[in-house]
């Protein structure tokens, strides 16, 4: 069983910054794509960025581009979200997940995903 652990988020403000980790358990952790979602009060939970699993190649929805990064330290089993010049829109829990192995189509889609974490809130202030 894989468990993904979140943590970092919290009450900032707007322009702030925060950095969200995701600590994954298993042994084959660099074989993995993993993604960052979030999910806003009354909001279908929607991808944020998506890293594969050597780290080389990264996406991002258009919302966040030039603002949020996605790295992962594969020695750690961790991956990051560093969110900088945050927004109040960017209020959500944050999840990371673990992308199947071997699927193809967009990694944005939540359906290619199979374990997720508990999440982590962060709420920005206008």
């Known amino acids: 069983q894989v468990q993904l652990v979140e943590s970092g988020g919290g009450l900032v403000q707007a322009g702030d910054s925060l950095r969200l980790s995701c600590a994954a358990s298993?042994?084959?952790?660099?074989?993995?794509?993993m993604g960052w979602f979030r999910q806003a009060p009354g909001k279908e939970r929607e991808s944020v960025a998506a890293i594969t699993g050597s780290g080389i190649t990264t996406y991002y929805v258009d919302s966040v581009k030039g603002r949020f990064t996605i790295s992962r330290d594969n020695a750690k089993n961790t991956v990051y979200l560093q969110m900088n010049s945050l927004k109040p829109e960017d209020t959500a829990v944050y999840y990371c997940?673990?992308?199947?192995?071997?699927?193809?189509?967009?990694?944005?889609?939540?359906?290619?995903?199979?374990?997720w974490g508990q999440g982590t809130q962060v709420t920005v202030s206008s």
């Open positions: 298993g042994r084959t952790f660099s074989s993995y794509a």
């Open positions: 997940a673990r992308r199947r192995l071997g699927v193809g189509g967009s990694y944005f889609s939540r359906g290619s995903y199979d374990y």
